[in-house]
T-cell receptor, first 114, second 113 residues
Framework: DVKVTQSSRYLVKRTGEKVFLECVQD?????MFWYRQDPGLGLRLIYF???????EKGDIPEGYSVSREKKERFSLILESASTNQTSMYLC?????????????FGEGSRLTVL | GESVGLHLPTLSVQEGDNSIINCAYS??????FIWYKQESGKGPQFIID?????DKRQGQRVTVLLNKTVKHLSLQIAATQPGDSAVYFC????????????FGTGTSLTVIP
């Protein structure tokens, strides 16, 4: 069974803390993504990566950074968490080419910043 | 920016009835569309996709219709079951590398037993 695994389902952090969200996929996918999901706004792309050590900004990269040192792992970093970063964070992966272009999502990490 | 939206934020249907969830998109250049289902507390799951060279695609109990003239797509669920209760998103694929997906805000489907 193919999987995208997010290390933390629920996190509570304080303003100013550094936050790491980890994501691992076991499908050997080239592309990985971080989205945040907020009520009424849908899913918004923060960053994506199409190869190891490569990254591209999405629509809302401000306040975030990412790291992709290995193909299977894509980390989202909040250098100094703020309350407006309270959200559900979704990691996804996708294969380049093939018959379908579907994104495979993890279960999500719900972050609360106090 | 791109706009991918849904006509109704909520939809309630009787068990056994057919459900239709609609989605509008704004970019004529989009060539790939996906419907996702998201159950409470879970990540989105792929339901069905369609490319712009098709008007209709069928899966198991689901059908996606694409009308490029009015930039509209719909998801039809036949014989809706309680397990179909979830939020449904359409996603539009934009970008030369195919990595720019834009998601609608979602329609919450409630199936009444």
């Amino acid at each position: 069974d193919v999987k995208v695994t997010q290390s933390s389902r629920y996190l509570v952090k304080r303003t100013g803390e550094k936050v790491f969200l980890e994501c691992v996929q076991d499908m050997d996918h080239e592309n990985m993504f971080w989205y945040r999901q907020d009520p009424g706004l849908g899913l918004r792309l923060i960053y994506f990566s199409y190869d190891v050590k490569m990254k591209e900004k999405g629509d809302i990269p401000e306040g975030y950074s990412v790291s992709r040192e290995k193909k299977e792992r894509f980390s989202l970093i909040l250098e100094s968490a703020s309350t407006n970063q309270t959200s559900m964070y979704l990691c996804a992966s996708r294969r380049t080419g093939g018959n379908t272009g579907e994104l495979f999502f993890g279960e999500g990490s719900r972050l609360t910043v106090l | 920016g791109e706009s991918v939206g849904l006509h109704l934020p909520t939809l309630s249907v009787q068990e056994g009835d057919n459900s239709i969830i609609n989605c509008a998109y704004s970019n004529s250049a989009s060539d790939y569309f996906i419907w996702y289902k998201q159950e409470s507390g879970k990540g989105p799951q792929f339901i069905i996709d369609i490319r712009s060279n098709m008007d209709k695609r069928q899966g198991q109990r689901v059908t996606v219709l694409l009308n490029k003239t009015v930039k509209h797509l719909s998801l039809q669920i036949a014989a809706t079951q309680p397990g179909d209760s979830a939020v449904y998103f359409c996603a539009e694929n934009i970008g030369p590398a195919g990595n720019q997906f834009y998601f609608g805000t979602g329609t919450s489907l409630t199936v009444i037993p």
